[in-house]
């Protein structure tokens, strides 16, 4: 079962803040890129906060997409040396990409941000597709 | 569970008013496979439209984007049908005989979201780098409706291609196979009794299960809902197994990859000769850290329970995965069971990186498929089946990675199937 009511989604995704800030708390960060999401996410996790889900989501590479969302708990808990590893780990593996400097398009960007989307609904066990159809239909 | 696969080489492909296959060649009207391609709702609904094309080992082509690659094959005899739970009814497949029209395989194309991924050089440098360039490709190119949602539509290209594969393997149906070959998998008591000395191994293969473009298919189930579960390598041969995934090309399981997993074919050529192959273990890949943990530790479980000595573990994808793939062999080991991993590598494009997004020093013994990180030049090949537009976005691809002059500078990343992690590919460490 998800623990839901102790989510906090750290994200700079404007589609993630759009169709789920109704449904869990959600830390928008849209002017951090995605290394400054991942040390965003790994002092909270130093500070004790859970990490629930896997920061390097997808197989989208770092260096590709702007995007990314994780979910950590809402308030600290208790730090967990396995957890410290792995947004650490993360981190380096960041690292390894080069830098790419392409101008997406807003169709691309728009992409992106779906697969980052969808990616963390799949995770939480939110449906997806019916969140894109309530936002379909608030337009 | 015994199956016989019956082999028909298929020599060339031609359009022809007929379809069929003779002597080795298969004649395929195109409107015909299009009409049964489009018996099914969602593709009628979501896919505007399908045109065909045929690329040929050694021709100047270059297929792209790439979606799936199926190779056609056919129940003739036994319970169910290829694909269960997805185009046959879902009963178990594994037994019984099947035929395989191999040497060709259907090749969906066309992009699916603006960075969509995935090249097939038929000659050149590239077409080292991936195996389907040695085969006949019936290429079916599909385009969107406007409107439609990109999961809606990810679905419905997945419905059609598999489509199609079913309509070419049916024309193998009456063929007599030029080669057979049998494949038993015994119960758990019978295999000791007739293998009392042979080391006991099985094989646990990881299923990318993250999300939109991340999918793996077990009869129809989504592997994000599955717990790890043992399966008979056998149904894999009939599908049992198809791909949602076409992100990061290199890396991924196509469905013929899942048809034809290297693991199984080997595994079994070692069957009751140095090994006793006791059966395979299908696990996921979840996003979500407490998934992960259930999923590894009933793999752990698993192969202690089934008095495993050792297994090979492959895994499919970057970064998340390696946190499966570490979490499963480090807790198979520590239940006393040996493990041996296939994977490729993100070593930087120096290849100095750890390889991994993850590491333990139990995970001593690994086979690499390769560093995806590693620069490649693609000449300009003289056709292309699908669009260059994406070239520049897919996974690999940089800003002018395609040249004024139709050349590509990419990362090996971009070619499907040259970085394999079942080891379905030629590059390894030596």
């Known amino acids: 079962m998800k623990n839901g009511r102790d989510f906090m989604i750290v994200t700079n995704n404007p589609l993630v803040e759009k169709v789920l800030s109704k449904y869990y708390e959600v830390r928008y960060l849209p002017e951090e890129n995605y290394r400054a999401i991942l040390i965003t996410v790994r002092d909270l996790v130093y500070a004790g906060h859970k990490l629930y889900t896997h920061p390097l989501s997808g197989s989208v590479k770092p260096n590709e997409t702007p995007y990314k969302s994780v979910v950590v708990s809402k308030v600290p808990h208790k730090m967990n040396a396995d957890e410290a590893a792995i947004i650490s780990n993360c981190v380096e593996a960041y690292d390894k990409f080069t830098p790419r400097n392409r101008m997406l398009s807003d169709k691309v960007l728009g992409d992106f941000q779906l697969i980052d989307y969808t990616l963390l609904c799949g995770a939480v066990d939110y449906d997806a597709a019916a969140g894109l159809s309530k936002l379909d239909n608030q337009i | ?430």
């Not at chain 2, 896919?47 to 045929?54: L, M, Q, R, T």
């Not at chain 2, 599908?239 to 079994?268: E, M, R, W």
């Open chain 2, 1 to 430: 569970m015994k199956l016989e696969l019956g082999f028909i080489e298929i020599k060339d492909i031609q359009f022809s008013n007929e379809s069929k296959v003779e002597n080795g060649t298969l004649f395929v009207n195109a409107d015909d496979v299009k009409a049964f391609v489009y018996e099914d709702d969602d593709v009628k609904a979501c896919v505007k439209s399908v045109c065909f094309d045929i690329a040929k080992p050694g021709e100047s082509v270059r297929i792209t984007p790439v979606k799936d690659v199926i190779e056609p094959r056919v129940k003739v005899e036994g319970p169910g049908g290829e694909f269960p739970g997805v185009i046959a009814k879902v009963d178990t497949v594994g037994s019984g005989k099947t035929h395989v029209l191999r040497g060709m395989a259907v090749v969906t194309a066309g992009p699916i979201v603006g960075f969509q991924e995935g090249i097939i050089d038929m000659t050149g440098p590239g077409a080292e780098y991936t195996p389907f360039s040695k085969l006949l490709n019936l290429v079916m190119v599909c385009t969107q409706v406007e409107g439609v949602h990109q999961h809606e539509y990810e679905h419905a290209v997945r419905i059609a291609g598999l489509r199609a594969a079913t309509f070419i393997g049916e024309l193998g149906r009456n063929v007599t196979p030029d080669e057979t070959k049998e494949f038993e998998t015994l119960g758990i008591r019978e295999g000791l009794e007739k293998y009392p000395n042979l080391p006991r191994v099985g094989y646990v293969h990881m299923l990318q299960s993250q999300g939109l473009l991340h999918d793996t298919y077990v009869y129809g189930v989504d592997a994000k809902r599955t717990l790890t579960t043992i399966i008979y390598p056998t149904e894999t041969m009939d599908g049992a197994i198809i791909s949602g995934n076409c992100v990061s090309a290199c890396d991924k399981n196509t469905t013929y990859h899942h048809q034809n997993n290297p693991v199984v074919a080997d595994l079994f050529e070692q069957h009751g000769k140095t090994l006793n192959y006791v059966c395979n273990i299908i696990t996921n890949e979840n996003v979500y850290l407490a998934d992960k943990q259930r999923s590894s530790d009933w793999s752990a479980k698993l192969c202690r329970l089934l008095d495993l000595d050792g297994v090979i573990v492959s895994q499919e994808g970057f970064g998340n995965p390696d946190t499966d793939l570490i979490m499963n062999t480090k807790k198979i080991e520590q239940v006393g069971v040996k493990t041996t991993i296939i994977t490729d590598e993100y070593a930087g494009q120096d290849g100095k990186s750890q390889s991994l997004a993850d590491a333990d020093p139990l995970a001593d013994a690994v086979v690499t498929g390769g560093n995806a990180n590693m620069v490649i030049e693609l000449p300009k090949l003289d056709k292309v089946i699908g669009t260059l537009d994406y070239v520049d976005k897919i996974a690999g691809g940089h800003a002018g990675s395609l040249r004024p002059d139709g050349s590509i500078e990419a990362e090996l990343q971009v070619i499907t199937g040259a970085t394999n992690e079942m080891g379905f590919n030629c590059l390894s460490a030596r």
